[in-house]
């Protein structure tokens, strides 16, 4: 018997608020409200921190957890709909263990989607990377499913996809380019980011767009309590952040990021003239500002900023960028239903100018979208949680413009502009059927509709241009409907362990056109036309899930298989750069990826860390290539496996160390050579016969930290990226042998091999 619970009747009332840190009251996403009279009837908090739960008229004790937080309870007397926020303190490493134990963090095991990996913010800062500089991208790719793009390269492939396959949002907003410097950076300013979720199996029907996964990255809102500053500086980089209260009551809050590289300060000092007028460096703003507008409403206002500008003298120089807006509006409707509303603005451009004497010549493009959403929730009760929304995106491409000035010859190109408007609505149901099984099943419904202005051509197989038609500013060319259907289910074996399987059905309607394997800042998008169909993939997996010892670990193995349709791939030589026929340069097929991913994580103590490993195969088949039949794509590699340690030794010193080894990928080399009016050429046969070495490197890295005052915190942080100075090959060409005609000659180029970093981290209070 329960002491101090009364039944009044029936009659169903409901709690709802906001869930926040205390120290800095910035929402918590994920966090687990549950009544302890009432175990089965709970919530987990929204991406604004907004939690509801429905229950009988009573007395209870309402329980408030989070990962790393110390656990929060009080006394709830329901007879009526009330509204509570709650603030939580974070925990010391004395007390983790001891919370983890109360709170029962158990929510990978009973939530029905499956492949979701929660990337946390103090893992990412204690981890050792290339160049001291803490990324998010390149920390996916150590967790299952997840391939690297290449040594030292912030790209990334999921399940047997393509990059462009990976839909990236930064606070809702679409981010085309994540690369600086060619890949070796992202864009995500770590100092900046508050939480980081990877769909890659069962992807909600609220998202759409991309075959593969989706990256969806929530800036941090500010501290709302007090003001304080931060950053580091490092051997390359340096970074600050500012954020503080607004308003006399601290009703809102902002923050502002900024990072940049000072690679251009030590080509200025060089003695050579060319080089001191050249130019590499990028840099990037995150700021965020949010209001309460009394206990309903609350706006938000973010934006992204950065550049990357690289020169060669007067001879050659290069800027790209990406730019982000997100304004967003919530209001809670009723003690139920909670309503999102987002306007958002993106593009992605590059501009490329190369002076060759007389000749001045410019090559520009972008992409840019104007984009609404509407996003609600309806919590019906303990069992169902209804999602629903729309989503309109104007699409507007410009694929190359190139000019000339001077004494140029040359005549000016400028490739039509490409226009297409994208609208979807979706519908997604949580629902427990039972203390054991728990479902999530949605619809996902897509309209692409291709717009003039502009004349469009249609092409055989052979890509030889057969019609054409010209169409005015908005008349429609052509439509592509699709539906998409979404299930998940997860069957709890016991309390500490489930069986999930899980089916979704994905489309894609903008494609990049690039001829290199992982992201390069000249690869231009095209949306689907009468030519280009969309890409559609249906995916299946299933997964067993298990935690150990009261949550202190976790381990799940998948087992997935994805079927794609109208994948893309390019004709031998083809022309991708300033052709206005490109569409007569591409093939059209189908691909499938398949595999087994294991993963064990611990998740407390003085040494935690995870070990992941990938079994998986991805291959495309195209009309015309390797004679019809089935061969491995670019991204396919056998084996991946990483092994993550974090050791925190004392108050002063943490450890950590990554090793990562990977079979290498699919490529394509000269199978022989050949002889044409005295010059030897080479001869290729079958597309991606060949592989790579195999790579591995072991990272390792130590965080001292400094002195702690109430207003003054630092820690220095040092790592050494590939400790045994393996050179493990970016690329493999081949000429030659200038000392024996008769032979060639392969050689081997390599990035990295011992690259130490060093970088001060401070904190004012």
Same mark, same amino acid.
């Given at each position: 018997?329960?002491?101090?619970?009364?039944?009044?009747?029936?009659?169903?009332?409901?709690?709802?608020?906001?869930?926040?840190?205390?120290?800095?009251?910035?929402?918590?996403?994920?966090?687990?409200?549950?009544?302890?009279?009432?175990?089965?009837?709970?919530?987990?908090?929204?991406?604004?921190?907004?939690?509801?739960? %429905?229950?009988?008229?009573?007395?209870?004790?309402?329980?408030?957890?989070?990962?790393?937080?110390?656990?929060?309870?009080?006394?709830?007397?329901?007879?009526?709909?009330?509204?509570?926020?709650?603030?939580?303190?974070?925990?010391?490493?004395?007390?983790?263990?001891?919370?983890?134990?109360?709170?029962?963090?158990?929510?990978?095991?009973?939530?029905?989607?499956?492949?979701?990996?929660?990337?946390?913010?103090?893992?990412?800062?204690?981890?050792?990377?290339?160049?001291?500089?803490? *990324?998010?991208?390149?920390?996916?790719?150590?967790?299952?499913?997840?391939? &690297?793009?290449? *040594?030292?390269?912030?790209?990334? #492939?999921?399940?047997?996809?393509?990059?462009? =396959?990976?839909?990236?949002?930064?606070?809702?907003?679409?981010?085309?380019?994540?690369?600086?410097?060619?890949?070796?950076?992202?864009?995500?300013?770590?100092?900046?980011?508050?939480?980081?979720?990877?769909?890659?199996?069962?992807?909600?029907?609220?998202?759409?767009?991309?075959?593969?996964?989706?990256?969806?990255?929530?800036?941090?809102?500010?501290?709302?309590?007090?003001?304080?500053?931060?950053?580091?500086?490092?051997?390359?980089?340096?970074?600050?952040?500012?954020?503080?209260?607004?308003?006399?009551?601290?009703?809102?809050?902002?923050?502002?990021?900024?990072?940049?590289?000072?690679?251009?300060?030590?080509?200025?000092? &060089?003695?050579?003239?060319?080089?001191?007028?050249?130019?590499?460096?990028?840099?990037?703003? +995150?700021?965020?500002?949010?209001?309460?507008?009394?206990?309903?409403?609350?706006?938000?206002?973010?934006?992204?900023?950065?550049?990357?500008?690289?020169?060669?003298?007067?001879?050659?120089?290069?800027? #790209?960028?990406?730019?982000?807006?997100?304004?967003?509006?919530?209001?809670?409707?009723?003690?139920?239903?909670?309503?999102?509303?987002?306007?958002?603005?993106?593009?992605?451009?590059?501009?490329?100018?190369?002076?060759?004497?007389?000749?001045?010549?410019?090559?520009?493009?972008?992409?840019? *979208?104007?984009?609404?959403?509407?996003?609600?929730?309806?919590?019906?009760?303990?069992?169902?949680?209804?999602?629903?929304?729309?989503?309109?995106?104007?699409?507007?491409?410009?694929?190359?413009?190139?000019?000339?000035?001077?004494?140029?010859?040359?005549?000016?190109?400028?490739?039509?502009?490409?226009?297409?408007?994208?609208?979807?609505?979706?519908?997604?149901?949580?629902?427990?059927? &039972?203390?054991?099984?728990?479902?999530?099943?949605?619809?996902?419904?897509?309209?692409?509709?291709?717009?003039?202005?502009?004349?469009?051509?249609?092409?055989? @197989? @052979?890509?030889?241009?057969?019609?054409?038609?010209?169409?005015?500013?908005?008349?429609?060319?052509?439509?592509?409907?699709?539906?998409?259907?979404?299930?998940?289910?997860?069957?709890?074996?016991?309390? @500490?362990?489930?069986?999930?399987?899980?089916?979704?059905?994905? %489309?894609?309607?903008?494609?990049?056109?690039?001829?290199?394997?992982?992201?390069?800042?000249?690869?231009?998008?095209?949306?689907?036309?009468?030519?280009?169909?969309?890409?559609?993939?249906?995916?299946?997996?299933?997964?067993?899930?298990?935690?150990?010892?009261?949550?202190?670990?976790?381990?799940?193995?998948?087992? !997935? !298989?994805?079927?794609? =349709?109208?994948?893309?791939?390019?004709?031998?030589?083809?022309?991708?750069?300033?052709?206005?026929?490109?569409?007569?340069?591409?093939?059209?097929?189908?691909?499938?990826?398949?595999?087994?991913?294991?993963?064990?994580?611990?998740?407390?103590?003085?040494?935690?860390?995870?070990?992941?490993?990938?079994?998986?195969?991805?291959?495309?088949?195209?009309?015309?290539?390797?004679?019809?039949?089935?061969?491995?794509?670019?991204?396919?590699?056998?084996?991946?496996?990483?092994?993550?340690?974090?050791?925190?030794? +004392?108050?002063?010193?943490?450890?950590?160390?990554?090793?990562?080894?990977?079979?290498?990928?699919?490529?394509?080399?000269?199978?022989?050579?050949?002889?044409?009016?005295?010059?030897?050429?080479?001869?290729? %046969?079958?597309?991606?016969?060949?592989?790579?070495?195999? !790579? +591995?490197?072991?990272?390792?890295?130590?965080?001292?930290?400094?002195?702690?005052?109430?207003?003054?915190?630092?820690?220095?942080?040092?790592?050494?990226?590939?400790?045994?100075?393996?050179?493990?090959?970016?690329?493999?060409?081949?000429?030659?042998?200038?000392?024996?005609?008769?032979?060639?000659?392969?050689?081997?180029?390599?990035?990295?091999?011992?690259?130490?970093?060093?970088?001060?981290?401070?904190?004012?209070?």
């Amino acid at each position: 018997m329960i002491t101090g619970f009364h039944s009044y009747a029936q009659e169903k009332h409901s709690i709802s608020g906001t869930i926040k840190e205390k120290k800095s009251g910035e929402v918590l996403i994920g966090a687990s409200v549950y009544l302890l009279e009432l175990p089965k009837i709970g919530a987990i908090t929204n991406s604004y921190g907004f939690y509801s739960v %429905t229950a009988p008229a009573g007395t209870y004790t309402m329980i408030v957890s989070f990962s790393d937080y110390q656990q929060d309870s009080a006394k709830i007397i329901l007879t009526k709909n009330i509204l509570k926020s709650v603030e939580l303190i974070q925990s010391d490493e004395e007390m983790q263990a001891v919370i983890v134990g109360a709170k029962k963090q158990n929510v990978n095991i009973t939530q029905p989607l499956m492949g979701v990996q929660k990337i946390s913010i103090a893992e990412i800062k204690d981890l050792p990377v290339l160049f001291g500089e803490k *990324d998010i991208l390149k920390t996916i790719q150590l967790l299952p499913g997840v391939q &690297s793009g290449g *040594d030292g390269n912030s790209g990334f #492939y999921v399940r047997g996809g393509t990059t462009d =396959q990976n839909l990236i949002l930064l606070d809702e907003a679409t981010v085309y380019n994540p690369i600086h410097l060619f890949g070796f950076f992202s864009t995500f300013n770590s100092d900046a980011i508050k939480d980081v979720t990877l769909y890659k199996g069962a992807i909600p029907a609220e998202y759409g767009g991309r075959l593969a996964s989706v990256l969806d990255v929530k800036m941090n809102d500010g501290n709302s309590k007090n003001y304080q500053a931060s950053g580091g500086i490092g051997l390359i980089s340096s970074r600050l952040n500012v954020e503080g209260p607004i308003g006399k009551d601290n009703d809102g809050s902002f923050i502002i990021s900024a990072r940049r590289t000072y690679a251009d300060l030590f080509l200025k000092i &060089s003695k050579d003239t060319n080089t001191n007028q050249s130019s590499l460096y990028f840099y990037d703003i +995150n700021a965020k500002a949010n209001y309460k507008l009394g206990e309903k409403n609350h706006i938000y206002i973010s934006g992204y900023f950065g550049k990357d500008e690289l020169g060669l003298g007067n001879i050659f120089g290069m800027d #790209y960028g990406n730019s982000t807006g997100t304004f967003r509006w919530n209001h809670i409707l009723s003690s139920r239903m909670f309503s999102n509303a987002s306007l958002i603005y993106c593009k992605y451009y590059y501009d490329i100018n190369i002076n060759s004497g007389s000749n001045d010549i410019g090559i520009t493009s972008y992409i840019k *979208d104007y984009h609404f959403k509407e996003d609600m929730e309806y919590y019906a009760n303990a069992r169902n949680k209804i999602d629903f929304g729309i989503d309109i995106i104007d699409h507007a491409t410009s694929p190359g413009v190139i000019s000339a000035s001077g004494n140029s010859s040359f005549n000016p190109i400028t490739l039509q502009d490409k226009h297409a408007l994208e609208s979807a609505a979706y519908f997604s149901h949580d629902l427990s059927l &039972s203390d054991k099984i728990n479902i999530n099943y949605g619809l996902r419904a897509g309209l692409f509709t291709v717009l003039g202005p502009g004349t469009f051509y249609t092409y055989d @197989s @052979s890509g030889n241009r057969i019609d054409s038609a010209t169409y005015g500013s908005g008349k429609t060319v052509i439509n592509y409907f699709n539906l998409e259907p979404r299930f998940s289910m997860s069957y709890k074996l016991t309390d @500490s362990s489930s069986f999930k399987l899980a089916y979704t059905r994905t %489309t894609q309607n903008l494609h990049l056109l690039s001829n290199s394997t992982s992201s390069n800042p000249t690869d231009v998008w095209i949306p689907s036309s009468n030519n280009v169909k969309p890409e559609i993939a249906d995916q299946v997996s299933v997964g067993y899930y298990r935690n150990f010892k009261n949550n202190h670990y976790e381990f799940s193995s998948e087992v !997935y !298989y994805r079927n794609m =349709q109208n994948q893309i791939d390019y004709k031998n030589g083809a022309q991708l750069i300033a052709n206005e026929n490109v569409e007569s340069q591409l093939v059209f097929g189908k691909g499938k990826a398949y595999g087994l991913e294991l993963y064990f994580k611990k998740k407390y103590g003085k040494l935690n860390g995870w070990i992941s490993y990938t079994l998986s195969r991805t291959e495309r088949q195209f009309t015309g290539v390797n004679n019809d039949s089935w061969y491995p794509a670019n991204q396919d590699r056998t084996h991946n496996l990483s092994i993550v340690g974090i050791y925190k030794l +004392n108050e002063k010193w943490t450890f950590s160390a990554d090793f990562v080894y990977y079979s290498g990928n699919a490529v394509t080399w000269p199978s022989g050579k050949y002889e044409v009016n005295g010059q030897v050429a080479f001869l290729y %046969t079958d597309r991606n016969s060949y592989r790579m070495p195999a !790579y +591995n490197r072991l990272d390792v890295g130590a965080t001292l930290q400094g002195k702690k005052t109430k207003k003054f915190d630092s820690n220095w942080n040092f790592s050494i990226y590939n400790l045994y100075g393996r050179e493990n090959p970016y690329s493999i060409s081949f000429q030659q042998d200038p000392d024996n005609p008769s032979k060639t000659q392969a050689i081997q180029y390599a990035l990295f091999r011992w690259v130490p970093s060093i970088t001060y981290n401070f904190y004012f209070n």
